[in-house]
């Protein structure tokens, strides 16, 4: 009998203080493409990483970050959504049989 092997997808996306990786988380979500675990809004009061570059050191691959783009004229002080968005994922090998 055979097994196959079979590529998951954990992702976690840190909304950061600023664009550096070194700022302070502010926000994340997580998702669990390994059914592993079922993480949902709201079941942690703590971020998984302290900023961006402690999720690198833990082993996490960055794969997307925001596009920075400057405020337009008399905008600069408005709020409406986090704009510091970084993507990070681990990948898992699964076995089925």
Known sequence: MSTRRNTR???VVLYLDNCALGAKVVGWSRYDG???TTPT???GDEPPHATGLDALLDGWR???AAQLLPPF???EYDVS???HEFFF???HT???D
């Open 9 to 11: 997808q954990e992702v």
């Open 34 to 36: 390994t059914g592993r």
């Open 41 to 43: 809004t709201g079941d």
């Open 62 to 64: 960055l794969f997307q």
């Open 73 to 75: 004229p008399g905008h």
């Open 81 to 83: 959504f986090l704009k």
């Open 89 to 91: 994922e681990k990948l």
């Open 94 to 96: 699964t076995h089925d």
